[in-house]
């Protein structure tokens, strides 16, 4: 697909790196030199250095004949003006980056009028992801399907976990259920194992799930503690404004630390019954005070990686049962972070580029079992898709076992009429079910890809 990106900050580049790998023809503009050259030189993209927002440049970039127009610059009014305007060019998908809270529960009446396919806001994203975790405090990662009705949960396999030492196959007496591992990660190594692989001691394991059974689940391993009363948010920006309104919702109470005194004023105002602390997060004797070691979350959201990263190492050493959670804006050096003793590490521009990618994924079948979630697993190494059946021939009404499916492939679970089956050989998928795939295949984007 022809595709124009108007935006070149992080998360324009995080879109771009992950659009570039799925083989689409890109064109960056950004009036900043700089940040064109650091896409340019590392992606095959071609840059234009211009305001995105002026017809000439959109001309200039061919915006009469592409597929696509995403804005991604630091301003929703400059984003949602770039796709009406390049709407008028002809463009038939535009995607605007909406970020202002104020904003948000309204652009739904008004998208119609601005033509506009999708609007993004990564930070309210970002929130319910870590709202989420905080729900389920002892997973590391839960992805959802079939409109939140089957979970994908990331755990870690501790020393008395009654899963270390076990086979694959001998797993389902103490999961019960209807559930399947699906995913091993063993220090650099990932694998989709069969019912002979061996479980070990510090492996992270994605299991698929009912979404409400999770909890269920959590608890047999050992894993879920009882509801989240307080936690602590440690950084004011939009994510912990939208953040500490959601946990409030839910009946939880919330403190943020924030030093700056202007953005302190801004969310003492806007969120009520949260108590907001006008102070240096990185001070140890006020976190102390404040009570990070009697708080059953821990969410670090400050200004740099190295400030999120030690604070969560702080919160893990001075409080063993808090489910500590790191944003990471550092999309590199993914291994070195990985092998720190860090609870969940959530990184809104990757996000907000997978999310991007989905829907393209969706624009360009045409056979109509698209695409309706993906997620990049293991670094991106391998993706989790679901596809929705319709209309599929070769694939439908055929038993897995005489599918001629792709290596490195598996289907972990068919969702069909509110009923989750994990499947065996004999099983077949059929029209309507939703289907989630693992592979290592990138680039999927019809359910009849997963043949050879």
Not at 204 to 232: D, E
Request: proline letters at 3%.
């Amino acid at each position: 697909m022809d595709i124009i990106i108007v935006g070149c900050g992080r998360v324009g580049r995080s879109i771009i790196e992950q659009l570039s790998a799925e083989g689409h023809s890109l064109t960056a503009i950004d009036p900043n030199p700089v940040a064109l050259y650091k896409v340019g030189d590392r992606e095959n993209v071609m840059t234009i250095e211009a305001n995105g927002a002026s017809y000439q440049s959109l001309k200039e970039a061919g915006v009469a004949s592409c597929d696509l127009l995403i804005a991604v610059t630091a301003t929703d009014e400059l984003n949602l003006y770039t796709c009406l305007l390049a709407k008028n060019c002809g463009v038939s998908s535009t995607i605007a980056r909406v970020r202002n809270p104020e904003y948000i529960h309204d652009i739904y009446r008004v998208k119609d009028d601005l033509k506009l396919s999708l609007a993004i806001n990564p930070e309210h994203t970002c929130a319910s992801e870590i709202a989420r975790l905080v729900k389920f405090s002892g997973a590391v990662k839960i992805d959802s399907f079939a409109k939140g009705t089957v979970d994908l949960v990331k755990i870690k396999l501790g020393a008395s976990s009654p899963l270390v030492n076990k086979k694959v196959m001998n797993c389902s007496s103490i999961l019960k259920g209807d559930v399947r591992i699906a995913l091993v990660e063993r220090g650099q190594e990932c694998f989709v194992p069969n019912g002979d692989f061996e479980l070990k001691e510090g492996d992270f394991i994605s299991i698929v799930a009912p979404s409400a059974a999770a909890a269920k689940l959590l608890k047999t391993l050992g894993l879920m503690s009882g509801k989240a009363r307080y936690v602590m948010i440690l950084g004011g920006s939009k994510i912990g404004f939208y953040l500490a309104r959601m946990l409030r919702e839910a009946g939880v109470s919330v403190k943020i630390i924030e030093q700056n005194e202007q953005r302190c004023e801004e969310l003492s105002e806007d969120l009520d019954g949260v108590m907001v602390i006008c102070a240096n997060a990185m001070d140890e004797d006020l976190l102390l005070s404040e009570g990070i070691d009697r708080a059953d979350g821990v969410v670090t959201l400050m200004n740099t990686d190295e400030e999120n990263i030690l604070a969560s190492l702080y919160a893990k050493e001075v409080n063993k049962n808090a489910k500590v959670i790191t944003e990471l804006g550092n999309l590199k050096f993914e291994s070195v972070f990985d092998s720190l003793p860090l609870d969940s590490v959530i990184r809104p521009k990757q996000l907000t580029g997978e999310y991007i990618v989905r829907y393209v994924r969706g624009m360009q079948n045409t056979l109509g079992s698209n695409v309706e979630t993906m997620y990049k697993l293991h670094s991106g190494e391998l993706e989790a898709l679901e596809f929705r059946v319709h209309n599929t021939p070769g694939v439908t009404s055929v038993p897995i076992a005489e599918l001629n499916l792709k290596n490195a492939l598996q289907i972990i679970s068919i969702h069909r009429n509110n009923r989750l089956i994990i499947p065996a050989g004999s099983d077949t998928i059929e029209d309507g079910d939703t289907v989630i795939v693992i592979t290592k295949h990138k680039g999927l984007s019809d359910l009849r890809d997963i043949l050879r």
